[in-house]
């Protein structure tokens, strides 16, 4: 592998080697997990390159192929598992640069892989449409990233997963086939992209499903108890007639974590936090007042975006609780959990009567299937690996699906501990030499010039 020789045949790509740099776009979130930092922190690529073009990214491709160096594709490097650092060196491919809208129609936007995810929402705004479906990392994340690296979040109350039918329509992925190509991809065939951590292609291009805008409004409402708090939020997030974005609960003992909150929230109070439409704001306040809630907190979520001193509630659900802790306390870690549809809140509560004060509970209301129920990042004051590891056990005896995030191979993350066979299909078809992210697909074996390794 010559790195060097890699650089050399790609003159008109934006390339950077200072060693500063390099590291720096080796890295993402990992941190979170004291596994994954114990094996990750260190790893660096040689280079880090930025096309501009897909006849870049096809041009990175070939010469990969060439010299058989590794690439990394990298968005916002916000994931949590170390998705966007290299394991094997090479090379960083930075999309950031492929960052336009390129049309909409019928409800589509096309968009190029690296557009931020908040610049994206607001060029859409001008043409009074939004993304349905993001991430709390919106300021920092990249559309590609969300879509190879993330599963869910804002607006998952109303549309699911990004792996339900109907959240990525298409897209475009350059190969690193025996003769790289440039492939368009249709319906559920563009899905072997998706959660694949880059290593099944470069995607240069997207399609994704927009919304008619709404000027959204971010609420707080304070409860007494957990219990009282979550029974709210199941109920709002069931409601067919109220328009909402996101439905959060925080447990009291978080609250102290957040900014702000705790000069709005009583004290010992847990939360239900919320994106709703301007015309349900006073109709939740009242539904929460019925529920011996009280209104603690709203300020419009887009003004919130725009103004650098203040912060979108978003921002403090989702697995920015963990960041928000962490902030103020580097000895916690997390979770990704998904309570069953079934007995959901008892569920919940079975869970935190037998953690007690070692687990922080927070619960994300999504649609699963047609159903509502919570995903939960609960927050782990970490002691010892053997310890997470029993609590992540403990959740799974007792029906809690758990997508380990102290791994950083597909298959290990997966709350199933494989990946779809249509996702090793792509792998073999188009990076047949391993060359795309290598080491984070761990059921796919490399081949050597065609032939098994
Ligand atoms: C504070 C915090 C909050 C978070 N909240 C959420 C959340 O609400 N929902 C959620 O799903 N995730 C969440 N995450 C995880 C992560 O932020 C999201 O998945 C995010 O969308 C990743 O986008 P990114 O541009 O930063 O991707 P990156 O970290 O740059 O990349 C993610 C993965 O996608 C691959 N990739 C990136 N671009 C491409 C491309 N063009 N082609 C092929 N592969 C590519 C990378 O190789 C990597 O494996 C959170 C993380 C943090 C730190």
């Not at 959204?216 to 997030?237: E, I, S, T």
């Amino acid at each position: 592998m010559s790195v060097e020789a890699f650089l050399r045949d790609l003159p008109q790509v934006t390339a950077q080697t200072e060693p500063a740099i390099v590291k720096r776009k080796s890295r993402d979130f990992y941190w979170y997990s004291p596994a994954l930092k114990a094996r990750l922190h260190g790893l660096a690529a040689q280079a880090v390159v930025m096309p501009r073009t897909t006849a870049d990214v096809l041009a990175i491709a070939h010469a990969a192929r060439r010299h058989g160096v590794a690439l990394t594709v990298r968005g916002g490097g916000t994931g949590n598992y170390g998705q966007a650092v290299p394991l094997e060196q090479g090379v960083i491919v930075d999309m950031t640069d492929m960052n336009h809208l390129l049309k909409v129609e019928n409800g589509v936007a096309r968009v190029q892989a690296g557009a931020n995810m908040l610049a994206l929402d607001r060029e859409l705004r001008q043409q009074g449409l939004e993304i349905r479906m993001f991430p709390s990392t919106k300021r920092t994340a990249s559309v590609g990233g969300f879509y190879c690296g993330g599963s869910g979040g804002i607006g998952s109350i109303r549309w699911g997963g990004l792996n339900n039918p109907g959240n990525l329509l298409g897209g475009q992925l350059v190969t690193l086939a025996e003769q790289p190509v440039v492939e368009e991809l249709r319906g559920q065939d563009a899905f072997c992209l998706l959660h694949a951590y880059g290593t099944t292609g470069i995607v240069t291009e997207l399609d994704i499903p927009v919304e008619p805008a709404i000027d959204w409004q971010d609420m707080v409402l304070g409860f007494a108890d957990f219990a009282a708090a979550a029974a709210f939020g199941r109920l709002l997030a069931l409601q067919p007639g109220i328009d909402r974005k996101l439905v959060s609960v925080v447990e009291a003992g978080l609250v102290p974590y957040f900014p702000h909150m705790p000069d709005v929230v009583p004290p010992g109070h847990a939360i239900v936090i919320a994106m709703v439409a301007p015309a349900a704001v006073t109709v939740v306040e009242e539904l929460a007042r019925l529920h011996n809630g009280s209104p603690c907190y709203r300020a419009a979520t887009h003004e919130a975006e725009d103004n650098p001193t203040q912060m979108p509630l978003y921002e403090l659900t989702w697995n920015h609780t963990t960041l928000q802790v962490l902030k103020k306390d580097k000895s916690f870690t997390y979770l990704q959990c998904l309570h069953p549809v079934h007995e959901t809140l008892a569920s919940v509560a079975t869970m935190a009567g037998l953690l007690g004060d070692e687990v922080m509970f927070h619960l994300e209301f999504m649609n699963i299937g047609g159903q509502i129920t919570c995903s939960g990042l609960p927050v782990i004051r970490f002691t010892t690996q053997e310890r997470l590891d029993e609590i992540i056990a403990l959740f799974r005896a007792h029906g809690v699906n758990v997508a380990n995030p102290h791994v950083y191979t597909l298959e290990e993350g997966s709350p199933h501990q494989k990946i779809p066979p249509a996702l090793l299909e792509a792998k073999k078809r188009n990076d047949p030499l391993g060359l795309l992210n290598p080491g984070k697909m761990r059921s796919f074996v490399p081949t050597r010039h065609g032939v098994q390794a």
